[in-house]
Every structure is written in C-alpha cells, then in structure tokens.
C-alpha cells in the first residue's frame, strides 16, 4: 500500500520480499562463520609444548540484563596434543566479581555468566593462562538505563491533518482514508518533522462518490484486527503512534483499542496504547488528497519486449479447489541450465492465481486478464504481491534492483503477454509473443515429488546450532513469521540441516507450541516444503549437506507437526512430520539460538 511522511519507515522500501532458499541461508552462514576465524596467538611454538588458540572473540559484549556466553579455545598443534600429556594446566581469572567462570576441560569450553548490571557502563577482563601464555579477553556490558515513567493518560491536540484517498484499492466494498494526525505535519516531499508527534490512522468507509474533494466520512470507527477492511473500521496493521527522530530509529507503537468519531467540524480519537490513554482531538479541514486520480504527467513509462516466458505450475496446493498456482517469469535473459537467474539479467515475477485447470486437456496458463492483490486474497484472476517482483542483477551477480507491483494488470490470450503494472513510482509495459514454458510441479499422483528419501528419518542432535529470522506480520494475516534455521555441523556445513518456516503468535512471549503443517498459513503453522524457481528451495525441509553444498538426500517438511518447547535458553524441535512420499521424519533436535529474540524492523513495513 502506498503511504507517504513516515520518514522512519521510508528506508524499509526495499526490504518488503525475501528470497527464502536454503541457498541463500547457506551463503548467510558461511558469511557469518567466515567472520570468527581465529587467530593463532603465539608466534613461535616449539614442537614439544602445547600453545592456546582462541576461537572466541577478543571482545565480548553483554547487555544491561546480563546473560551467559562461551569462550572457546584449543590447544595446539593439534598433531602433538595427540601425542602426549600436557603437564600443565589452563588458568582462567577475572577480578570481576560481576563475572562467573567455569572451566569444562574436556570439550575447551569455558561457560561465562554476566550478572545483571543495575548502574553505569563497566568493562573487565577475562584472563587465560597457559605455561608462560596469556591471553587477555575484554568483557563490555552496557549500563543500566532505566525505564521513563509512562503518563497514566496522554491528551493532544493536533494541528496538522494530512490524509490520502485510496478508493478500493485496498478493499473491493469500501473506500481506504489514510489520515496522519500530528502537531508539526509533514515536510515538502511529504515526510515527518524531526520531534514531531504523529498518529496515522487506516480507515474504511462508504466509497467517495461524486467529482468533488474527498472529506473523510462523517461517523463513527472502530479498531478492527481481524483485516476484514469492514465499513467503520480502523484497520489494526498500518495505525501507530510514534514521535519521529530523523538521528535514530524511531519506534512506533500499534493500538490496543480505539474507537474514532468523526463530525463535520473535525473528529476526536481515543485510543489505548501501550497500556496508555490517548486523547487526540483536531479541528478543521479533513480534505484527503485523492490518489485514484492518475497523473500520467508524473509516470515515467518502462516498455519492454521480452524474448522470454517460463511459468512453474503448482495446482492448487494453496488454495485447495479454489485456484492454481503459478510462477510467472518474464525476461530477455535466460535462465541457467539448472532452472536458475542469470547476471547480468532483469526478470518480471508474477504469483499468478488461475481458474482450475484441467491437465488432462494440457497444461496451459488459462487466458484471462489478472489483477495485482495488494490484500493477497489467491482468488482466480489474480496475482499475489507476497512473492511477485522486478529484479535486476549486476555483473557480479549482486542484486541490484528489487521492486514490488504496486498495481497493474496482466493479460494471457492466444498472441502471448501483456502487462502494465506500477513499481516504484514506474508504469512497466511488458509484452511477449509466442509460447509459453510450463513446468509442471504440481503434486498430483502423476507427478514426481520433491522427496529423494527411501526410508524413514529418525532425528538426534543435542547441540545443533540454531539460526533465526524474524520477519514480522510477513503474510499480513496477524501472525509472527519466523525462519529458523538448524545446523549440525556449522563449520563445515555438512549433514543434517533444517529449515522451517513457521507462524506464531505475536501475543506469546516466545515461540513455544506445537506447530501443524498448513498451506493456509494459520496461526501455530508451519508451510510445507515446496521447490521453485528452478530448483531452489522454499519454507519447510530436511537437507542432508555435503561440504556446504546441497547432497543428494532431501525431502519437504509436508505433512504432520513441529513442537517446539523452551527451558531457559535451550529449543527442543520434537519432530513427528511426513514428507512428500509419506516417509516420516521424526525425533528431536535440541540447542540455543545464537542470538536472543529481536522485533525486527521488517515488521514495521508499510502498505
């Protein structure tokens, strides 16, 4: 949805798709290893002495809260220590009594805990010791910083009103009224005022009819987060609060409750956040800039005649008797022999819904026109902006360009494809003529399914290393989306690994629960495994890596449930799931993730 004057949410344009494949996970983590090589400490080591190598960072940081971490070490060379005993000891001291150390010999471990820390900013060291070796490691933890008081009630009255008409874009029934409330208003290129307090409220009325200036419609509205876009409501995803700072991250806030009335001579909102009372009044003009008219003046025109159509057919494997699935690709650059994008290149995707098709007729794109579904509804005739996009790449293979359709239409007949449809400001004309390719990877009996598997799985990590990503209200359906990635053996990325891609809820103070297969996406679901774009893989899958790469033993997480239990900061995945030719994949997998919860910023990402 197109929205203007957030200021702090301007920068998060470009991060509104992801390309979920283990590829890219594996280069992320062989990335984030590559970054903690150790360094040798000593210069000159003698064949009959051992000598300590440190493998954890030389600085190690620490919130306010405190936390536990490890320090890892080895002794070296490694042939020698095969050979013979050590006669000496490792010594691990701090004078820090804020600090706990434990010494585990026998794996090279040394287990630190960092007490809370109620005052100023403080810095320690850690020393180990080894013959006449020592290494230093510093401790930083930042200080305490307390809480503000928060006001028991927040009255305000606002003396901008900014607001923007979107018609039915949003809504088929009813008409969007997006309103920013602030005391400083908006700059000239329509962003928020460094200190200025802002309200921004998404509202759904009656549709504006007649050619005059659209007011917003007098009545009364009521938070709704169901996303129904009902009539009178105030949609729950796209309304905060927040007090803008253009030197930091600004946070915003989402609404807990709010009930808005609106007369002819100006409105008054109340509304619970954070637990607090807010009371906003505005008196005034409520005239809303139309944006159903269009400024051809304003558009820069993109045309474009492919050479090339590829589309990858999944049936109904997420709308079950309702539509079909289909991958759409438009480019003058081909693709690679194994199904994937080349570079230089430039590529138009399309998550294009059909009618039904019936494959013993032939599988072909039905004909029709298709329009872009910002509300991703998967209804006939329409294409999802979930994973629909135009990329670009460079000549090194650096993505260079990666935009979202906005609005726009597609048209399948007899001569080929033609498109127009808005990214970035830019109206694309795309057009191709002649055949289509259709891949078909469909599930049906006929098809060949994704499992290379020929037996059942039985899974026994105790220290796997887990990976997590938070991507917010990803699918828009109220849920918190997460990819968790698990490694047993990280280092040298080989055997087990395991991508899931699961929805919790966002009221819970952490993942924990049993989650069920779901191509829905509801709530305490996971998405079955499915391959595309070639062959890279999407959501939910057990891999079985060789050196990094991806080996010959595979299979889509497709049926049955993940339960995830947490005690302190241990996961513990009891597996009792099915793949895609009914073998099981059950067990259990237990580690820490190697960073703490986070609200990413992807959850802030505007319409």
Request: with cysteine.
């Amino acid at each position: 949805m197109e929205r203007h004057g957030t200021g702090v949410l301007d920068f998060l344009d470009t991060n509104t798709m992801r390309l979920r494949t283990i590829i890219a996970a594996l280069l992320a983590g062989v990335a984030m290893f590559a970054a903690c090589e150790p360094s040798v400490i000593i210069t000159n080591p003698t064949p009959e002495n051992d000598y300590l190598m440190l493998l954890s960072d030389e600085v190690m940081k620490f919130p306010a809260e405190g936390g536990t971490d490890t320090i890892l070490y080895i002794f070296i060379p490694e042939e020698e220590v095969k050979q013979h005993t050590r006669t000496s000891t490792l010594d691990v001291a701090t004078e820090a009594t804020w600090i706990e150390l434990t010494d585990n010999h026998n794996d090279s471990t040394i287990e630190m805990r960092v007490a809370a820390n109620e005052g100023e900013a403080r810095t320690a060291t850690v020393v180990l010791t080894y013959n006449a070796q020592s290494i230093t490691i510093t401790i930083e933890q930042e200080g305490h910083k307390p809480e503000p008081p928060q006001p028991e009630e927040v009255t305000f009255n606002a003396d901008s009103f900014y607001g923007l008409y979107h018609g039915n874009k949003y809504s088929p029934d009813m008409g969007n009224y997006f309103v920013y409330l602030s005391d400083l208003g908006l700059d000239d290129e329509g962003v928020a005022r460094d200190g200025g307090t802002y309200y921004l409220l998404d509202l759904y009325a009656p549709l504006h009819e007649g050619e005059g200036d659209v007011c917003l419609p007098a009545g009364t509205y009521s938070l709704d987060n169901s996303g129904s876009y009902a009539a009178w409501s105030i949609g729950a995803t796209y309304t905060m609060h927040y007090i803008y700072s253009a030197a930091s991250n600004t946070a915003t806030h989402s609404f807990e409750a709010a009930t808005l009335t609106v007369t002819a001579e100006g409105l008054t909102l109340t509304a619970r956040i954070d637990s607090v009372e807010h009371a906003v009044t505005y008196s005034g003009d409520m005239t809303l800039i139309d944006k159903t008219i269009p400024e051809p003046e304003e558009i820069e025109v993109v045309e474009s005649e492919v050479k090339h159509a590829w589309s990858y057919y999944f049936g109904d494997m997420n709308t079950p008797d309702i539509s079909d699935y289909f991958t759409l690709i438009l480019s003058n650059d081909e693709l690679n022999t194994d199904g994937t994008l080349c570079y230089p290149g430039a590529y138009y995707r399309f998550e294009l819904y059909s009618v039904l098709v019936n494959t013993e007729a032939g599988l072909t794109l039905p004909h029709g026109t298709y329009i872009i579904d910002s509300t991703n509804s998967c209804t006939p005739n329409t294409i999802s902006v979930h994973n629909s996009m135009y990329i670009t790449y460079d000549t090194a293979g650096e993505l260079e360009t990666m935009l979202v359709p906005s609005s726009g239409t597609l048209v399948v007949d007899e001569n080929g494809i033609t498109a127009e449809v808005m990214y970035g400001g830019k109206l694309h004309k795309v057009s191709f003529k002649g055949d289509i390719t259709i891949y078909n990877n469909s599930r049906d009996d006929n098809h060949e399914r994704y499992s290379t598997l020929t037996d059942d799985i039985v899974f026994d990590i105790d220290d796997a290393t887990i990976i997590m990503e938070y991507y917010g209200d990803y699918y828009s359906n109220g849920t918190d989306n997460w990819m968790v990635h698990i490694f047993e053996n990280p280092e040298l990325i080989s055997g087990t690994y395991l991508l899931l891609d699961i929805l919790s809820d966002p009221a819970a103070d952490n993942i924990a629960g049993t989650y069920s297969a779901d191509k829905e996406y509801g709530l305490y679901t996971f998405i079955p495994g499915y391959i595309e774009w070639g062959n890279n893989f999407y959501s939910s899958w057990y891999v079985d890596m060789v050196d990094g790469g991806i080996g010959e033993i595979y299979a889509p997480f497709s049926e049955g449930s993940v339960t995830i239990d947490i005690e302190g900061d241990r996961y513990t995945f009891t597996l009792n799931t099915h793949d895609d030719r009914g073998h099981s994949l059950t067990g259990t997998i237990s580690g820490s993730p190697m960073s703490e919860y986070t609200r990413s910023h992807y959850a802030l990402i505007t319409k």
